[in-house]
């Protein structure tokens, strides 16, 4: 297999593992739309439950998906990562009903360390939410065996 | 009715007045534990659905957790306030079941805008996030008719 | 003069009166390399009295690079536009006697804010700083009586 | 010797053996006024060649400043520590002639990783800018030798 088939195969398989036990991600209703080495596209509506005091979408809830989103996109080439820290600014509010796309793409990645950022908008284009997310790879992969040696 | 009383009886109401119309800290399981001008004590307990990939909780979680607190300090005076920005770290994992207390603090206000610092930690003390939160106040009052003017 | 034209003339007037009096970036040794609206492209050479107690560039100096980058962008329209908030990661240390190349795109502009996007890289295209600023726009020209009105 | 007096000790060394080889401090004028482990308060005085285009104190220089207190602070202990990450709001401007302390203070270290807070005032009390820094503890000691096993 092409080296690049072989990493497109490693995200996806990556994507469906820590799905698999993601009880956030869906909880939430996140759907993973799109998966590449470095890069995730997921989609989730705006329900009652995620709005705030002021009815609109709470921070919490355009956060939960950008960090998702980065989480799929720094986990994708099967080495645990995790969030060293992460900010937002939200130019937009979200609204009930809003189905909202947040798009991951790694912008560095240098030993054990990655930067990505994250955009979430709706289905007009508004963004509602810029994000940009630090990770540090730890030991371990994220799914046992994927990798084969042969 | 001395300045200081009347500006703890307006966080307060503005407190009750918010979470009503909250459902996504009502979702949460958030408790608003003690409010006062500029600052909000809030607890949550980790649930399954907050658990990631990784079987911790989710960085969103400890996030919407912060983000309330927030929201809750920044708003006390009555004045409709927003997150301009935000930004967290993540210092120790949590868990499922950990009672999660998160303190939110005024570093500095003028004008219409602000600075707050929230920390989540664990029934034993451990930090869970350390969130920093830019506020911007907007026209109008987040409890109508609630500062009386007789 | 078509619309793009006028826009790409008042971004190059600007920066040409915000430098004739912008000591900071004259002390530093920036050269402005690129105008265009809501972009900015400059250089600076790592001097000895910018490298720190480990002998590396001192991250004031990356940043003040990239925070005048950003500075250039986000006024690039003639209305004064001002930080309300930065953040940085240092993916690789900058050494004595590194060109640095400074790009600042805006990711977003709607209303009075804006966000924008720097990079700074040495000579051999390694990332020296990712930087992210937020803007403000104030009253008032950054160079008055820029914008005719025949 | 009490543990706390050594760690005193060790915190004046540090400050002592970095500012000798530390040209950008040097060349900001900057002072060390107090050193205590995991703390640093600094002052600067706010000169003609550190204000930008609109005749206020360039942001680069106000990080600057901030950084330099975290980098004291976070290397106090002896084990070098790096910058991973920093994020900065400005609440007032800077003037020329200002007197500006800054002051450095620990919120979280644990393992490597630690978390600084840094606040910089006017000689009036305006606070000029609120920094938070993300350190990172590598290999090797500061100053090499200061630590002594008898």
Known sequence: MPKSAEA???????????????HAAQGLGVTIVEMRPGYARLTMVVRQDMLNGH????????FALADTAFA???NSYNHV???????????AAGHLGDLLTAEAVEVHRAGRSGVYDVSVTT??????????????VLQGEVVAGLTHHA
């Open 8 to 22: 497109q195969r490693i995200a996806e398989a990556v994507a469906e593992g820590m799905f698999a036990r993601d």
């Open 55 to 62: 009815e609109t979408l709470h921070g919490g809830f355009s």
């Open 72 to 74: 799929y996109a720094c």
């Open 81 to 91: 990562a995790v969030a060293a820290g992460c900010d937002i600014v939200y130019p």
């Open 123 to 136: 289905q007009n284009g508004e963004i509602v939410a810029l994000f940009r997310g630090k990770s540090r």
